[in-house]
């Protein structure tokens, strides 16, 4: 029996809905109010690392609502996006339809095709920059050790892949039945329920079959014929809290060891080895 069989099928396109990509994926609320013209705070720092200048191509892999290929577009990159979900790709096309590219401040072509990331229709050499933003999670290993192997295909030789992916999984493995245990005693417990993968959103226990760390992304791009840096950061927490509470949290965010169990977002910026 192939690995394939063995770990069984992808995920199904079909939860990948419409409801899902303005109710529950990464940056809906700012994507629902501008429609693609802004970036969440999660995707602009991913976009950013990408450096992305005029001239370029850039592949989006998960292009999901279509926002990062606007942006792309507006800095004057030809932007091409692919996603295997017929739903991101309808959404995509509507972004990009919405997109004057004739305009004097739209230079960059886009372009948008439903595609599996293991099977990329594109030339060898060809992209000055890959993005894959909120995707690894959703890849079974076997999945995203194939689609590595076509994004490096694809990449140049100076090229230049950018990744995002969430949560930290060392914190919902290691780290959030602690955190859950002492929100609870604080009477907050209603909001952190028992599988840490519905934390904010339920859907995520539907859809997130591989989680990573930053050792197991580190290995992963490795693996794949890729070096680079990986990463973890943690969105803003502006809360209003004690000084002790502040200190505790500067110390186990900030510090190694505990930091690497409880920053939340793992990023990662690799080219080819």
């Avoid at 194939?146 to 140049?156: D, N, P």
């Avoid at 604080?186 to 990573?212: C, D, L, M, S």
């Avoid at 791009?221 to 200190?247: D, T």
Wanted: net charge negative.
């Amino acid at each position: 029996m192939s690995e394939k069989q063995q770990k069984g099928p992808a995920v199904s396109p079909d939860l990948y809905t419409e409801e899902y990509f303005r109710n529950a994926c990464e940056g809906y609320d700012v994507f629902n109010e501008s429609e693609g013209d802004r970036l969440s705070r999660r995707l602009d720092a991913g976009f950013a690392l990408a450096e992305v200048t005029p001239g370029m191509k850039v592949l989006d892999v998960g292009c999901g609502r279509g926002e990062i290929l606007r942006h792309c577009a507006h800095l004057g990159a030809d932007a091409y996006g692919i996603d295997y979900a017929p739903v991101a790709v309808q959404m995509s096309k509507e972004v990009v339809d919405a997109t004057d590219t004739e305009s004097d401040t739209v230079k960059g072509k886009i372009g948008v095709g439903q595609a599996d990331a293991k099977n990329l229709p594109f030339p060898s050499n060809y992209f000055d920059r890959v993005l894959m933003f909120d995707v690894v999670e959703h890849l079974y290993p076997w999945e995203l050790h194939e689609s590595l192997l076509e994004i490096s295909r694809v990449m140049k030789p100076d090229g230049m892949f950018i990744v995002h992916t969430a949560p930290n999984v060392w914190y919902d493995r290691y780290v959030y039945r602690f955190v859950r245990m002492f929100r609870r005693l604080q009477g907050n417990g209603a909001n952190y329920p028992k599988n840490p993968r519905e934390f904010i959103v339920e859907h995520n226990a539907h859809v997130h079959v591989n989680e990573q760390s930053g050792l197991s992304m580190w290995t992963t791009l490795r693996k794949a014929g890729f070096k680079g840096k990986v990463w973890l950061e943690s969105p803003p927490q502006n809360r209003e809290e004690s000084g002790v509470m502040a200190i505790m949290r500067h110390i186990l965010f900030k510090w190694p060891p505990f930091k690497w169990f409880f920053e939340r977002e793992v990023f990662a910026v690799a080219r080819k080895a």
